[in-house]
């Protein structure tokens, strides 16, 4: 309006709306104030999102809190998925199904022994899978051994082909750090690809006292938290990255599993990372929900 009548005075105009000149200042000093608080929040963002590149915006509430609290800013999770969408910040999530799993094999299968069971603890249940990674012309594939509890991953391997050698080498890696005590209390679980079902792997977790459980299946659900780990390492780390070879390959997987397990904090664990739950078996509260089902209308009859 000022714009449209320049003659007219402010006081005038405030009259006419009804409100008193400090209240008409207070407005504008505020919307500033708004705008330099978004203008910090979208740095502090991209800062986040160099190392966790496709991390998502509750993610992020939770991994701002310590600069908000610095900063004094106030800011509840719309408010931010706002400030993500007007800059063009916010995640669309990809669905890339790629086979891994070959079933069609002469070995032995074993019985889904998790059904219904929920660790307490750490070391109590690991996951198993496999997934893909196109590196320049190729592919490469990553085999990831999870904590089920903690969400922590203990083992990994990156090899160029799907041969028992290589996965079995992930592991290797997590049985290292692993005590005697724990082995006998722990469960491995996977699907039934010829990779777990191979004499050689199944010989490392007998030789180790690890029980063996499986899928029955076919369904993702059945090993949801490893396919869960697939999608966040590679859709929110890996998929931005042109990679030329096998071993560049090697040292960015070693970069991310470290920012994985030691950074990104977990809805499933109670916002905190999987070492720190790892670490310390913390009894950590489940923060996840799906968002993006609605939840059922009750009607009173």
């Known amino acids: 309006m000022k714009h449209n009548y320049p003659k007219i005075g402010l006081g005038k105009f405030c009259q006419l709306l009804g409100i008193t000149r400090q209240a008409y200042y207070q407005h504008f000093w505020y919307q500033e104030q708004l705008a330099f608080e978004d203008e910090l929040i979208v740095c502090e963002v991209l800062k986040i999102r160099k190392n966790h590149r496709h991390i998502g915006g509750r993610k992020l509430y939770e991994l701002l809190q310590p600069f908000l609290l610095e900063h004094q800013i106030k800011m509840g999770r719309d408010r931010l998925f706002d400030v993500l969408s007007a800059n063009y910040l916010l995640i669309r999530r990809k669905k890339k199904p790629t086979i ?70 992930a592991l290797q890696m997590a049985i290292s750090n692993l005590s005697e005590e724990n082995k ?90 999987p070492n720190q739950v790892h670490q310390n078996n913390i009894k950590a509260e489940k923060l996840w929900k799906n968002y993006y089902v609605k939840s059922p209308i009750i009607v009173n009859q």
């Open 184 to 273: 006998l209390q722990l469960i491995h679980h996977s699907d039934r690809g010829s990779q777990y079902c191979s004499n050689e792997y199944v010989k490392l977790l007998e030789t180790n006292n690890i029980g063996i459980s499986m899928t029955e299946n076919g369904d993702p659900l059945e090993n949801a938290i490893a396919e869960r780990v697939n999608g966040i390492i590679k859709e929110e780390y890996l998929d931005d990255y042109k990679i030329d070879d096998i071993q560049e390959a090697k040292e960015l997987l070693d970069a991310v599993i470290k920012l994985y397990n030691n950074e990104r904090p977990h809805m499933s664990i109670g916002n905190l990372t």
């Open 100 to 169: 891994t799993t070959d079933s069609f094999h002469r070995f032995k299968k074993y019985p889904n022994l998790i059904r219904d069971f929920i660790p307490t603890h750490s070391n109590q249940l690991w996951v198993s899978d496999i997934t893909y990674w196109r590196i320049k012309d190729s592919f490469a594939y990553i085999s990831f051994v999870t904590d089920a509890y903690s969400r922590k991953i203990v083992g990994y391997h990156l090899g160029d082909n799907l041969q028992t050698s290589e996965t079995i080498q």
